[in-house]
């Protein structure tokens, strides 16, 4: 059970790593778009969390404050993303630079208090 829960904690970090990623990417070929694979990636992040948010295998003690947090950021991450995109799809213009740095600053915060708390 024990390394059950590591693999799920491995997935969860490929979610921060899809999402950040490609968040970074856009940064790097000065696009500054919102794309499906940060969808996806906040979803494994979702997904996974939820499973992890579980107190398994018996005996674990979790951070439910840090969890709720977590939880909350990542639905205003989606939200942002779900608004963004919409937009994007109507304009064809990138999305509001300030939504697309709050997008990537919400997910970078995210890791940081996962590890950090
Ligand atoms: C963008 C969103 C998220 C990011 C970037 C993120 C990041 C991380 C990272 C990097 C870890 C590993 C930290 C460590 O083990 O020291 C972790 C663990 C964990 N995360 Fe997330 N997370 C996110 C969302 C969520 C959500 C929505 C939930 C639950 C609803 C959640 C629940 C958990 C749990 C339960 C652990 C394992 C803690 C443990 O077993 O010690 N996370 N997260």
């Given at each position: ?38 969808d996806?990636g ?8 939820l ?6 295998p ?16 990542l ?16 304009t ?16 970078l ?9």
């Amino acid at each position: 059970m024990d390394v059950l829960r590591h693999v799920v904690i491995l997935f969860h970090i490929v979610g921060f790593a899809v999402t950040f990623g490609a968040w970074f990417s856009q940064v790097a070929a000065r696009e500054f778009r919102f794309t499906r694979v940060m969808d996806y990636g906040i979803g494994l992040s979702l997904l996974t969390g939820l499973a992890l948010a579980a107190p398994w295998p018996a005996g674990i003690e979790l951070n439910y404050p840090k969890i709720a947090i977590k939880l909350v950021i990542l639905l205003v991450l989606g939200a942002i993303l779900g608004i963004g995109s919409a937009r994007q799809k109507r304009t064809g213009e990138p999305v509001p630079r300030a939504l697309f740095w709050t997008a990537g600053a919400l997910s970078l915060l995210a890791a940081g208090l996962a590890v950090i708390w």
